[in-house]
């Protein structure tokens, strides 16, 4: 998009007042979106966002300006008003950048923005199709969603950094809406890689689609979930909502250095039982939260936060990790060219173990098995949760048993993890749009089945909220955690 040559003209004047480090970080990014609903296409956008972001740090202080006008004119502009904001000085600079090549790479072989809008098109129609035909008398609402986005990034930095960079990701997902005698209820799909429109080679959607629907007719005839706290299966075809939430945002440099994680200053410490490892990796082939680059230009890797319950390290960006005299682990993360990057999860996972998933099912007299998360919030200074559980069951006698609507988990991140009874050899993906700061970053996560127990002399460690009380009446169980969303 713009030369080497420019680039290094750029940071010259960005540090021409004095500073430690710039950046210039330029993207062209081509999104499109389409949205069905009641049979008719509502939405079909489709844009280019083009522009460049320019940053500059002193000391503790960062000075960062955005702008659309890529001339060489603009751009140096620009430069000098991040520089202005920071430093009196007068020096001059010079740089050498050097191309930095990718350690991974994800090949796309059906480029989206080379697929006809009506072949789009044609899709979400099967899948509308294919969710109402599940029952027509019920199935009242069908929303199906598409978007790609095939992202052109160019980075460089003070440090001698020159990163060319083309990202692609294809997304797909079904909202399913039954109705019968007054009682609502939703069922959901969602799939997403770094992948192009070959995303449905790998993922029916119309199977996806009937799924939806399924759980959404499904969810009608549940029963109310009971409320107390009770041994909980979480099946790793839930996806990984509860160590991104309960523990990986926990796990952002900045959050800790700000003092606002719960695992602040604990490093080296156990924190999970000795059955859990958490990696967030960003190299792995086909997710939607990969990367070959971070967008400070860092070279992706995985990070062994926590193992074998011991914590280990921590998700940096540039910043964050020289604040502690170390190398960004490849986590700097931003929307686009208009902001700036933070310390982000991209694929965070609960490792496999060894125990068979339905034997831990059989291993419960009485609980709850959870086989789909619903949305989740958290408070990263006291690890309090709640989750919602979008597809639940009933255990007894170690037998999967009646379905349950309406259910919430909560509890302790933290004091979760150090209660893991047994660890699954399976493992489930999930996607998703993670928020923090105003800016939202695509991300997977994912978990094995995990079974969540305890001993006759001790506390179960998940609540189960309902409305249909289990045992004696407990009203303490109805608190949900004072939370924020992130």
Same mark, same amino acid.
């Given at each position: 998009?713009?030369?080497?040559?420019?680039?290094?003209?750029?940071?010259?004047?960005?540090?021409?007042?004095?500073?430690?480090?710039?950046?210039?970080?330029?993207?062209?990014?081509?999104?499109?979106?389409?949205?069905?609903?009641?049979?008719?296409?509502?939405?079909?956008?489709?844009?280019?966002?083009?522009?460049?972001?320019?940053?500059?740090?002193?000391?503790?202080?960062? @000075?960062?300006?955005?702008?659309?006008?890529?001339?060489?004119?603009?751009?140096?502009?620009?430069?000098?008003?991040?520089?202005?904001?920071?430093?009196?000085?007068?020096?001059?600079?010079?740089?050498?950048?050097?191309?930095?090549?990718?350690?991974?790479?994800?090949?796309?072989?059906?480029?989206?923005?080379?697929?006809?809008?009506?072949?789009?098109?044609?899709?979400?129609?099967?899948?509308?199709?294919?969710?109402?035909?599940?029952?027509?008398?019920?199935?009242?609402?069908?929303?199906?969603?598409? !978007?790609?986005?095939?992202?052109?990034?160019?980075?460089?930095?003070?440090?001698? +950094?020159?990163?060319?960079?083309?990202? +692609?990701?294809?997304?797909?997902?079904?909202?399913?809406?039954?109705?019968?005698?007054?009682?609502?209820?939703?069922?959901?799909?969602?799939?997403?890689?770094?992948?192009?429109?070959?995303?449905?080679?790998?993922?029916?959607?119309?199977?996806?689609?009937?799924?939806?629907?399924?759980?959404?007719?499904?969810?009608?005839?549940?029963?109310?979930?009971?409320?107390?706290?009770?041994?909980?299966?979480?099946?790793?075809?839930?996806?990984?909502?509860?160590?991104?939430?309960?523990?990986?945002?926990?796990?952002? @440099?900045?959050?800790?250095?700000?003092?606002?994680?719960?695992?602040?200053?604990?490093?080296?410490?156990? +924190?999970?039982?000795?059955?859990?490892?958490?990696?967030?990796?960003?190299?792995?082939?086909?997710?939607?939260?990969?990367? @070959?680059?971070?967008?400070?230009?860092?070279?992706?890797?995985?990070?062994?936060?926590?193992?074998?319950?011991?914590?280990?390290?921590?998700?940096?960006?540039?910043?964050?990790?020289?604040?502690?005299?170390?190398?960004?682990?490849?986590?700097?993360?931003?929307?686009?060219?208009?902001?700036?990057?933070?310390?982000?999860?991209?694929?965070?996972?609960?490792?496999?173990?060894?125990?068979?998933?339905?034997?831990?099912?059989?291993? +419960?007299?009485?609980?709850?098995?959870?086989?789909?998360?619903?949305?989740?919030?958290?408070?990263?200074?006291?690890?309090?949760?709640?989750?919602?559980?979008?597809?639940?069951?009933?255990?007894?006698?170690?037998?999967?048993?009646?379905?349950?609507?309406?259910?919430?988990?909560?509890?302790?991140?933290?004091?979760?993890?150090?209660?893991?009874?047994?660890?699954?050899?399976?493992?489930?993906?999930?996607?998703?749009?993670?928020?923090?700061?105003?800016? !939202?970053?695509?991300?997977?996560?994912?978990?094995?089945?995990?079974?969540?127990?305890?001993?006759?002399?001790?506390?179960?460690?998940?609540?189960?909220?309902?409305?249909?009380?289990?045992?004696?009446?407990?009203?303490?169980?109805?608190?949900?955690?004072?939370?924020?969303?992130?």
């Amino acid at each position: 998009m713009i030369s080497k040559e420019l680039i290094e003209e750029i940071l010259s004047v960005a540090l021409s007042r004095g500073g430690d480090f710039a950046e210039v970080f330029v993207e062209n990014k081509r999104v499109t979106g389409i949205g069905l609903e009641d049979g008719k296409i509502e939405r079909m956008q489709s844009g280019t966002d083009i522009g460049a972001g320019i940053r500059v740090i002193s000391g503790e202080a960062t @000075a960062y300006a955005h702008t659309n006008e890529l001339s060489r004119e603009g751009l140096l502009r620009s430069a000098d008003v991040v520089a202005r904001a920071l430093g009196n000085g007068d020096e001059s600079r010079s740089f050498d950048l050097r191309t930095l090549r990718p350690t991974v790479e994800f090949p796309v072989s059906e480029a989206p923005d080379e697929v006809t809008a009506e072949h789009k098109v044609d899709v979400l129609r099967q899948a509308d199709r294919a969710a109402r035909a599940v029952d027509r008398e019920v199935i009242k609402q069908v929303m199906v969603g598409y !978007g790609d986005v095939v992202q052109e990034v160019t980075v460089g930095n003070s440090e001698g +950094v020159f990163v060319e960079d083309r990202r +692609v990701r294809t997304r797909f997902l079904v909202n399913a809406v039954a109705a019968k005698d007054g009682v609502i209820q939703t069922g959901y799909e969602a799939v997403g890689t770094v992948t192009g429109f070959e995303l449905f080679k790998m993922y029916d959607p119309t199977q996806m689609a009937a799924t939806a629907a399924q759980r959404a007719k499904s969810l009608l005839d549940a029963e109310p979930a009971p409320s107390g706290k009770m041994p909980v299966v979480l099946a790793g075809e839930a996806g990984g909502t509860m160590v991104h939430e309960a523990c990986g945002h926990g796990l952002e @440099a900045d959050l800790l250095q700000k003092g606002l994680s719960v695992y602040s200053g604990m490093l080296g410490e156990i +924190v999970a039982d000795p059955s859990v490892t958490v990696i967030d990796d960003a190299t792995l082939p086909d997710r939607y939260g990969s990367y @070959a680059f971070d967008d400070e230009g860092v070279q992706s890797q995985p990070v062994t936060m926590i193992k074998d319950g011991v914590l280990t390290d921590f998700l940096y960006d540039r910043l964050t990790a020289r604040k502690e005299g170390r190398e960004s682990n490849g986590h700097g993360r931003r929307e686009s060219h208009q902001h700036k990057p933070v310390p982000r999860m991209a694929n965070t996972y609960i490792a496999p173990g060894k125990a068979d998933p339905e034997g831990l099912i059989k291993d +419960v007299a009485e609980g709850v098995l959870v086989r789909k998360m619903g949305g989740g919030q958290v408070n990263t200074t006291t690890g309090d949760f709640v989750f919602e559980v979008a597809e639940g069951y009933l255990i007894q006698d170690g037998e999967v048993g009646s379905m349950i609507r309406g259910a919430t988990l909560t509890g302790n991140g933290p004091e979760v993890l150090r209660r893991v009874s047994a660890v699954g050899s399976d493992l489930g993906f999930t996607i998703g749009t993670c928020g923090k700061e105003g800016q !939202g970053v695509p991300v997977s996560d994912a978990q094995p089945t995990l079974l969540f127990t305890a001993d006759q002399d001790e506390d179960l460690p998940i609540s189960v909220g309902g409305t249909k009380m289990r045992g004696k009446a407990n009203a303490e169980l109805h608190k949900q955690p004072e939370i924020r969303r992130i």
